[in-house]
């Protein structure tokens, strides 16, 4: 088992390593002896999967859990159903010694995360991520939210997780698309900040790799929200492609995964940093070889200015500014600020090239 230490406003571990899910009862035991009510927010495809066994572990433990489930898919990361969990807790006699399991994917920490920072006005909870996308990147780091219909994690609150349980066996569980979808996330590691992921991405079977490449990832993260963990400057690097991501998820009413649309963003991203000789073209090369490799894709339909539309609530907006991020070697991206109204002649030029 491998552990990666975040030290934020609050400090955790991060447990990365294959069939540790049954530790988590014990776990919870050790580092938040009050606790007697467990929260366990999941969604029903993975209640399928996994409830029988998480709630078994924390029964065995002595807690006593209440499972909620969701419908699947971004979709139920919204206010009515965020308001249904804050009023099942109170009805169900949730305190502040009692604790949230965030059970499942990106959609289910992040809702769960947000009813955790705002219950009592902040109650313990744990990521048990259980596709790769939230292994990497959503379950680390403390980035709770809810989508409004104006755009994505519009409403949302920095809390730090107690834990963050990783078991790599879930992925053997995942369907491929879902998969794939992950890979967006850790081929942006790979072009943020390790061109030596980057090419183990490209030439090697990563399927025994995975425990070692998610500590990679978290390991990435970690430096990253240790530096700024309220996300006012460098921790922004880490939405490489989300600007414009955020955007096609918004005009595809969430049809199109994240994981695609970020894979998109990034593209389009180096697409316009290479017209503008700001990157040389290899990092074009080597970001389509790893799309095309893990099956994502690199283009859409959607024209540059309705993408430019759609991001125009983007929270990575300050004022008449947004921050973008340029890739500018392999494995080395940089942050930029320019003026809102330029973004869109970025787009063309990434749509376009």
């Known amino acids: 088992m491998n552990t990666v230490t975040v030290t934020a406003s609050g400090t955790y571990d991060v447990l990365i390593g294959h069939g540790?899910?049954?530790?988590?009862?014990?776990?919870?035991?050790?580092?938040?002896?009050?606790?007697?009510?467990i929260a366990v927010v999941t969604d029903e495809t993975v209640a399928a999967l996994y409830a029988k066994p998480v709630l078994a572990t924390l029964t065995n433990a002595g807690l006593t859990p209440?499972?909620?489930?969701?419908?699947?898919?971004?979709?139920?990361?919204?206010?009515?159903v965020y308001l249904s969990l804050l009023n099942r807790l109170a009805e169900d006699g949730f305190t502040r010694a009692d604790c949230i399991v965030?059970?499942?994917?990106?959609?289910?920490?992040?809702?769960?995360?947000?009813?955790?920072?705002?219950?009592?006005r902040g109650i313990p909870y744990i990521q048990v991520p259980t596709t790769l996308l939230a292994m990497v990147d959503s379950?680390?780091?403390?980035?709770?939210?809810?989508?409004?219909?104006?755009g994505k994690n519009l409403a949302g609150a920095f809390y730090q997780p107690t834990l963050v349980l990783i078991d790599t066996d879930t992925l053997d569980t995942l369907p491929q698309e879902i998969f794939q979808d992950g890979m967006a996330e850790v081929i942006k590691y790979g072009m943020l900040n390790s061109p030596r992921l980057?090419?183990?991405?490209?030439?090697?079977?990563?399927?025994?790799?995975?425990?070692?490449?998610?500590t990679t990832c978290v390991s990435i993260k970690r430096d990253v929200v240790e530096q700024d963990?309220?996300?006012?400057?460098?921790?922004?690097?880490?939405?490489?492609?989300?600007?414009?991501?955020?955007?096609?998820?918004?005009?595809?009413?969430?049809?199109?995964?994240?994981?695609?649309?970020?894979?998109?963003?990034?593209?389009?991203?180096?697409?316009?940093?290479?017209?503008?000789h700001l990157c040389p073209p290899d990092c074009l090369h080597m970001l389509d070889n790893l799309l095309d490799r893990y099956s994502l894709p690199n283009r859409t339909d959607y024209s540059a200015e309705a993408i430019f539309q759609a991001a125009q609530g983007d929270k990575?907006?300050?004022?008449?500014?947004?921050s973008i991020v340029t890739p500018r070697s392999l494995g080395h991206s940089e942050l930029m600020q320019i003026p809102v109204e330029d973004l869109l002649h970025w787009i063309k030029l990434g749509v376009s090239s």
């Open 20 to 37: 540790i899910l049954p530790e988590l009862g014990g776990h919870i035991k050790t580092l938040l002896p009050p606790t007697q009510k």
């Open 66 to 80: 209440h499972i909620y489930t969701l419908t699947p898919g971004e979709t139920s990361k919204n206010s009515t």
């Open 102 to 120: 965030a059970l499942g994917g990106g959609v289910v920490g992040d809702l769960a995360g947000f009813t955790a920072a705002t219950f009592l």
């Open 139 to 150: 379950s680390v780091g403390g980035k709770t939210a809810i989508d409004l219909p104006h």
């Open 198 to 214: 980057l090419d183990q991405l490209l030439n090697d079977n990563i399927t025994q790799e995975l425990p070692t490449i998610i």
């Open 229 to 276: 963990e309220f996300d006012t400057g460098r921790r922004m690097l880490l939405n490489l492609g989300h600007t414009v991501g955020h955007a096609i998820e918004k005009l595809s009413n969430y049809t199109i995964p994240h994981g695609q649309a970020v894979a998109i963003g990034m593209t389009i991203d180096t697409r316009a940093a290479v017209a503008k």
């Open 316 to 322: 990575k907006r300050r004022g008449g500014d947004i």
